[in-house]
């Protein structure tokens, strides 16, 4: 479908040095490019490239191979197995499995809930270890004397998007099956159906997901039941699920997260791709360690467990309104979506721990795509569990950074540019927007510049603290979020004199129409630097704490995609006013 708002849009780090290429322009390694060519002189040059070579091929590949479901009682097989993949399961249905599986495996499997959705229904979790957890506290204190990871999968954000709700639960089962060793290396939490009540408003598939193959018998629709998408609720948190997701996240401190979807954007031939965090605003080491080793790592296990290759996920140029001013070159470029912390992939990276986007293609058949999710969470998992000690260490010192305030400045606004290398994107020859109606069945191999690196447009530096000149009763909206995030703020108990920047608004203007039931504010302000006596009673939100990257992306009236942005602070906005949100700069 060719709605924009409505796609599944592409999610992405970028391409790694050490990434496989199957195509001979790999040759022109990503060392080698950056080694010849200046920066400034790089993408003109792989413009150039890249314009004179897009390569058909005529090859036959070898259809990718389905794993065989193992042997399982009729009685713990996924709805989707139990019905030859025509249907999806029910929200009782997966409830019921997760129950079935829990009491088939006592010794490593526990049941408990993520919380309620819009319409009440459970979110249901069902945890793996071994020896067995019931709740975060026996999560993190086995976690933390055996040096594991704490690993969340979920499924079925967008409720049309039902492959992980049927991957996450084979790949529990065989886990159990199969008494894998995996387990006594992580705590592992599945919540295959978070979009619980969207779920449950089954239609047609070609009215629910449009050109989606499967399955037959219709899925659940993309929001939930307030209209909301629940990956762009990451900020604002508006719906019950994204405050029991968050709340999962404040008890459990999971690190890595993966979230399953199903990509209806440009025609390819990858079954799966993936992203990690990506924001310029997170931290760099996070963001790094996903790019350059987690996700290389997990792709190369992918295709040893599948004979099938991943690669990043994107859309080719154009269809996420970027692109260049030379419309011939929008085929080769391969754009992520925006680093928007809206986005909960994003919003992971920026608390300072792993995420991982997986994205099932969604016109490979249901069957396919429901195993190759099975296969790709199965390597995330392996990768946890082989690297446990390597992936509490990088969260620790995500949040000692943060907690130091290591990084003095922090990323309002970017914009794409490429990774200085190209990557092969397994295609179509007509393949440049997205949707069915955009190939032909003429296989073609594209290098792309992959463009999903952000530079930054509009950076400050992050204060001590920030402080909130209005009373809690007029910035109720916005406390209560930031404790929901997680983060702490504290109450002055007497007078204080500091040091403060305080930003005058230049102008607010409004989105020309509502988006998520919000109308979006782009705000321009000017700091202004004054010595101030806060009162007391004032509220304080230090940045020296390990959510204070998030505090002051959320805090910052500038920021793409903080809560100046999504209207809390809309009483504040006329031009010529001082913002209530203030820096403290001593
Ligand atoms: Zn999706």
Redesign the pocket.
Known sequence: MSNKAEL??PWDDNATPTHRSRHPFHLLSAHNLAASYPRTMMLPALAALLAACSLNFAFTEPPAPTTAPPTAPPTLLTTAEATDFQATSLHAEVVSLLDRLAAAHPDRARRASMGRSFEDREIPLLILSDPPVSNAAQARELADSEGRAIVLLFGN??A??VDGKEALPILARELLQSNSPLLTKIVLVIAPIYNTDGNEKVGPIDVTRPGQLGPARGAGL?ANAQNLDL?RDFIKLTAPETRAMVRFFNEWDPHLVADC???NGSRHRHIITYAGPKSPAGDAGVNAYSREVLLPWVERRYEELSNDDATWYGSFGGVFGGGSSDRSLEPNRWETFPPEARFGTTYIGLRGRQSVLV?SYSYAPFKDRIFRTRDYCRALIEFAADRGPELRALALAADTRAANRDNSTIALRSTTEAQPYPITIKTFARAEGHGPETADDIRQDRVCLLMDRFAVTHQVEVPEAYAILATDAQVADALERLQLHGIRTETLTAPREVDAEIYTIDSASPASRAFQGHVLINIEATPTRKSITLPIGTRIIPTAQPLGRLAAYMLEPECEDGLTRWNFFDAFLKPGTEFPVIRILR
Do not use: F, K, L, P
Request: glycine share 8%; no cysteine.
């Open positions: 599944d849009r954000i967008h049309g998007e993309r990956n979807h199903t990509t994205e």
